[in-house]
C-alpha cells in the first residue's frame, strides 16, 4: 500500500508540475483556438506521458509497461483536455470543469499506480479495509454540509427573511461559497480534534461581518444573518462531534 501511495502521489506531482508550471498561456490559448488542430496541446499531451514514466521507471523497466503509461497518458490527457475546451463553449462555470478535469487526470493516474504497484489484482481487499462505519460516516458528514444543509438553512430562513433587504453589492453567490468553505474547514477541525481552530474560523468571520452588521439600518437583517450563521456552526458541529465519537 506504501508503494502505491508513493507512486501515485508521484504521479500527481508531476501531472501538476507540467499542467500549472510548465504550460505556457499562450498555449491555453492556443488549445481554445485551434482545439483538436492544436500542435500545442499535443506537445502538452507528450509531456505529461514522458514525465509521468520519470517514477514509473524506479519500479520496474518492462517496456510494455512504461509503453502502456505513455500511451494511456498521452491519449487520456489529450481527449480530457479537449473534451474541456469544447464544455467551454457552452457555459460560463469554468470552475466546474476544472474539477471535472483535474479529477479525470488523477483517477486515470491513480488507477495506473494501481496496476504498476501490484495492487490492481487485490484493489477490492484494499476498497473493503477502507469501509467501515466511522469512515462512511465522515463521507457522509462531507456530502451533507454543502448543498443539502445550505437547502436546510434556506427553508429555515424562510419563515424570518426580512421583509426590506437594503441593496448589496456583494458577490453572486458569494454568501453560499463562504458558507460551503466555513462548513468544510470546521467539519475538518472537529473531525481531527482541533477545536480551537474552529473557534478561530468563527472568530476570524465575526470580525468581517462585524462591520456590515453594525451599519445594517435593518435590525431584522442583522438577526437574519446571525441566525443563517449559527443554523451552518450547528449542524456541522453536530455532524462533526457525531462522526468523532463513533469507534
Known sequence: ???FIALSLSLI????????????KSWVENKK??????????IHSILHAI???IPVLFLTQNIYSIACVVLIVGISHWAIDLAKVYMEEETSYNLRLFFVDQTLHIIILVVISLHISGLGLSVIENVRDLISPKNIAILLAYIIVF??????????????????????????????????LERLLILTFISIGQYAVVGFVLAAKSIFRFGDLNNAKNHNLTEYVLLGSLLSVTITSLLGIFTKLLP
Do not use: W
Open 147 to 180: 448543498k443539502p444543509t445550505s437547502i436546510v438553512i434556506g427553508i429555515v430562513l424562510q419563515k424570518y427573511e426580512p421583509e426590506e433587504v437594503s441593496e448589496s453589492n456583494g458577490l453572486r453567490s458569494g454568501g453560499e461559497m463562504i458558507g460551503y
Open 1 to 3: 500500500m506504501s508503494l
Open 51 to 53: 514525465t509521468a514514466c
Open 13 to 24: 506531482a508531476a501531472h501538476i508540475i507540467i499542467d500549472f508550471y510548465c504550460q505556457p
Open 33 to 42: 483556438l485551434k482545439k483538436y488542430k492544436s500542435f500545442k496541446l499535443v
